[in-house]
């Protein structure tokens, strides 16, 4: 089945700064690639996705790239701020169902 | 709001016991899954219904199982609780089987096993 591995595990920024986290898919037949953002204790929210034939898609100060040929896909942040803290999660799609990468804890300093 | 209910919001049981998670889905959604995330640990799936029928299973234990009612709702039951079961347990739902755009998480059930 799918295996979707996430790095780095935790993440600290100044505020600012640009945030860059990746993940790697295993299964080529996957063909959509969403990104959640979950604050503590609450519930994982979808922040931009992206599917497979396309390679970026922007949204304001986020940013996701797709690469198929190597199988893996990034977020970008821009000009991260306070409240950009929180776990992110990637995850690829797999027969309808989402597998999620194991999460990374960005820190954005003041 | 998602639009996606689950209930209740925390549990706390003992060892050996057996609950009842429930989730409605977003309305018009279809497909309803679940996942567990534990302290410190990333979403696992456990197990998918679309319309009433199961479409695919994860990692979840024979002591865990689901089902789907004919009003979408989706209800996962736990028995024979143990410690390592203590966990926030997330469903989500989505439009259709094959698709999944539009995938919305609920609040979350958090069970705590004493």
């Known amino acids: 089945g799918e295996n979707v591995e996430q790095h780095p595990s935790t993440l600290s920024v100044q505020e600012g700064d640009s945030a860059v986290i990746k993940c790697t898919y295993s299964?080529?037949?996957?063909?959509?690639f969403p990104w959640y953002k979950q604050e503590l204790g609450k519930r994982p929210q979808l922040i931009i996705d992206?599917?497979?034939?396309?390679g970026e898609k922007k949204d304001q100060r986020i940013a996701v790239t797709l690469n198929k040929t190597a199988k893996h896909f990034s977020l970008h942040i821009t000009e991260t701020q306070p409240e950009d803290s929180a776990v992110y999660f990637c995850?690829?799609?797999?027969?309808?169902?989402?597998?999620f990468g194991q999460g990374t804890e960005l820190s954005v300093k003041p | 709001d998602s639009g996606v209910t689950q209930t209740p919001k925390h549990l706390i049981t003992a060892t050996g016991q057996r609950v009842t998670l429930r989730c409605s889905p977003r309305?018009?959604?279809?497909?309803v899954y679940w996942y567990q995330q534990s302290l410190d640990q990333g979403l696992q799936f456990l197990i998918q219904?679309?319309?009433?029928?199961?479409?695919a299973k994860g990692n979840i234990l024979e002591r865990f199982s689901a089902q789907q009612f004919p009003d979408l709702h989706s209800e996962l039951n736990l028995s024979s609780l143990e410690l390592g079961d203590s966990a926030l347990y997330f469903c989500?739902?989505?439009?259709?089987?094959?698709?999944?755009?539009?995938?919305?998480f609920g609040s979350g059930t958090r069970l705590t096993v004493v």
């Open positions: 299964d080529s037949a996957s063909n959509y």
């Open positions: 992206i599917r497979s034939n396309v």
């Open positions: 989500a739902s989505s439009p259709g089987g094959g698709s999944v755009s539009g995938y919305t």
């Open positions: 995850a690829a799609s797999q027969g309808g169902k989402l597998i």
């Open positions: 309305s018009g959604d279809l497909s």
């Open positions: 219904y679309y319309n009433g029928e199961e479409r």
